[in-house]
């Protein structure tokens, strides 16, 4: 199973980007779909996750400002983000679980970035 990020780059505050990660390989089944980001000098932390189900958890930060949702293969999820601030410069990562040939597995993707200047 592999998860490929796409969709940063550099934006100006108050700007807006879309980030999407698609899931492929032999995937019986996808539960928990998310991004996470991770600034330099700092841990990675959760964005956004949503469940197969279309429940959905937010950061405290990015409440209001950023989407997360499901694609309809339910294999690829997106995140929008709008009104985008300096302080939300950092790579952010999607990461997925599910069950395929060999049981659960757990994957990250490889990072996309996204700069907002001020």
């Known amino acids: 199973v592999q998860l490929q990020a796409s969709g940063g780059g550099l934006v100006q505050a108050g700007g807006s980007l879309r980030l999407s990660c698609a899931a492929s390989?032999?995937?019986?089944?996808?539960?928990?779909m998310g991004w996470y980001r991770q600034a330099p000098g700092s841990q990675r932390e959760l964005v956004a996750v949503?469940?197969?189900?279309?429940?959905?958890n937010y950061a405290e930060s990015v409440k209001g400002r950023f989407t997360i949702s499901r694609g309809n293969a339910e294999n690829t999820v997106y995140l929008q983000m709008n009104s985008l601030k300096p302080e939300d410069t950092a790579v952010y990562y999607c990461?997925?679980?599910?069950?395929?040939?060999?049981?659960?597995?757990?994957?990250w993707g490889q990072g996309t970035q996204v700069t907002v200047s001020s």
């Open positions: 390989g032999r995937i019986f089944s996808i539960n928990v």
């Open positions: 990461k997925a679980d599910g069950r395929g040939d060999y049981g659960f597995w757990v994957k």
């Open positions: 949503i469940s197969s189900g279309g429940n959905v």
